[in-house]
């Protein structure tokens, strides 16, 4: 694509009205995340329908995904962030070559994780907090997911490239493509083939690879504003730094959720393979709950970063409010939905078992009184990494599932057991908003001094 259409671009991201640019930008990218979370929900449904262990085992696996999706979102939100504000600064030659380098550097971790994987897959999933009745649905559901590793990473850097371009529409098609086809594929061979819980995990990869296929599509037909080349990857150190520096708020949020994930695991282990399945299901269900939240907050990401890298520093301020208003609106109305329907929702995925129902039921319930103060965490960290502060955005997103959730599904199960497993979520969510507090104070502080400056 050429210069002048890279110029209109960077016009149109800093001259329209706010809210009609991040909402035109933040639907495609909740749509993209919504699908995400309904076929890694259709995977939880449908394998629901082989037993409890076999839930359990979508859960243990889901913290080998979320590593991969960390180290992709490293790579594609630290090469977005910079794309953004390079574009912004009409540097159009060094923007190419920052995806470049994230495209290919995904593409070699993936297949890294596959041989490292493939070799380890058994004390791995022990590792991830299988139980010996979990370990060999986990086996079989993993092995298929290593092998799609490449894939998976590689397509998380095209789809923020596309995203901080702002063409969410086109990383929109790639992402809703394979997500529809994994919740029809799910069915067909679990049930159809007979393959069990590995039909689950072959559904996800040929949806993946679609997925990738199309949206590489984009670049190979020049729809997008950048081209990727082998011969564009920067070996300069300085700038895969500079990626990774950027990306690693993304894989603290991410990385942290994994270990997350396998601690919660292993501490619901105690009580039985129905505690295990329990918080699974409810993982599932808040992410597709988030999704909302992530998907707005990504269609705000290349808005405020376009802006503060042209100086349009109302904007930006502009930009954050619109942001959070409209953000707790949406997590206020779907904690009260999910508070009031959370029963009816673990059912869809219990087989009759009662104590999943019961156990889950109540982690969701505790869960939704904190949901509705999530946004201030999420779009802080989204900021700060987006304008390319990376300590400020490194930080709050370790909070949630690090620096407060780690110590407390710790502690918390010493004193009042499995209910200390239900309420360390929650209680890190009050946590990472109340700290939010006095890096905001400081960033509009410093955010006011250059429009000030800008006027005199």
Known sequence: MSGEAALTQVEKMTTQPIPRLIITLAVPT???MLITSIYNMADTFFVSQLGTSATGAVGIVFSLM????AVGFTLGIGSGSLISRLLGA?????AEKIASTGFFAAIAFGLALTVFGLLFIDPLMALLGATPTI?????DYAQYILLGAAVMSSSFVLNNVLRSEGKATLAMIG??????????????FIFGFDL????????TILSQIVSFLILLSCFLMHKSLLHLSFRNISWKLQDLTAILKTGLPSFFRQGLASIATVMLNVNAAVYGDAAVAAMSVVGKVFMLILSVLIGFGQGYQPVVGFNYGAGCYQRVKQ???FTAVVSFVMMGLLAVAGFLFAPQVIQLFTKADTQVLEIGTYAMQAQCLALFIQPLGVISNMTFQSIGKPAEATFLSACRQGVFFLPLIWILPQFWQLRGVQLTQPLADVLTFIVCFPFLIRFFKEL????KAQKA
């Open 135 to 139: 370990l060999p649905y986990a086996r």
């Open 175 to 188: 992402i809703t493509t394979g997500g529809l086809l994994n919740i029809v594929l799910d069915p067909l």
């Open 90 to 94: 009409r540097k159009h030659d060094e």
């Open 448 to 451: 006011n001094q250059k429009i």
């Open 30 to 32: 909740i749509i993209s």
């Open 319 to 321: 930009s954050f409010t």
């Open 196 to 203: 069990g819980i590995a039909g689950a995990a072959i559904a």
């Open 66 to 69: 979320a590593l991969i999706q």
